[in-house]
């Protein structure tokens, strides 16, 4: 074993840490428990009780982890995801050879655009959204529908709160 002390690898290690659940329930609690912490303190929506708000993440993280769906989900978006940034990285440093323009802010979102929409719609066709049928227009639209509710609740939530402050 060439990259191992005392028999273990990082292969083992990791490994073992899947099996204790680490990526399917840790990680992906630590992760919604943060966002919702972050929401709550940032647009101040409750109020400024660190309390109440991290009651309500600690709540909305385990919930959200009653069912495999996030951990189906996180499973298949993230590789997607970590390949779709490593396509910026090589496009951010061939840009930064052939470009000596500074603001090309317009071009990072385009492409930034078209890797999410590869993504999405890559992540989406691998996720099994009603028992393994695949992806389905017709099965999924409950789940769609509430999607785009929640993105427009907070997107209301966050752009109206510039707006007033």
């Known amino acids: 074993m060439p990259y191992s002390y005392g028999g273990w690898t990082i292969g083992n290690i990791l490994n073992q840490w899947a099996d204790f659940g680490i990526f399917a329930y840790a990680l992906p609690f630590l992760m919604i428990f943060a966002m919702v912490f972050g929401i709550l303190s940032k647009t101040k929506l409750l109020g400024d009780n660190k309390g109440v708000q991290a009651?309500?993440?600690?709540?909305?993280?385990?919930?959200?982890?009653?069912?495999?769906?996030?951990?189906?989900?996180?499973?298949?978006?993230?590789?997607?995801?970590?390949?779709?940034?490593?396509?910026?990285?090589v496009a951010l440093i061939l840009m930064g050879l052939i470009s000596d323009k500074k603001d090309l802010s317009w071009v990072w979102f385009g492409i930034g655009t078209v890797i999410f929409i590869i993504i999405l719609l890559t992540s989406l066709s691998d996720f099994t959204w009603a028992g393994g049928m695949g992806f389905s227009l017709a099965q999924s639209w409950p789940a769609i529908v509430a999607g785009l509710m929640v993105l427009g609740i907070m997107a209301l939530i966050i752009f109206g709160s510039k707006r007033a402050g």
């Open 55 to 89: 009651t309500i993440a600690l709540a909305f993280g385990l919930l959200a982890l009653q069912f495999d769906y996030v951990t189906n989900f996180y499973a298949t978006i993230f590789p997607y995801a970590g390949i779709g940034i490593s396509i910026l990285l």
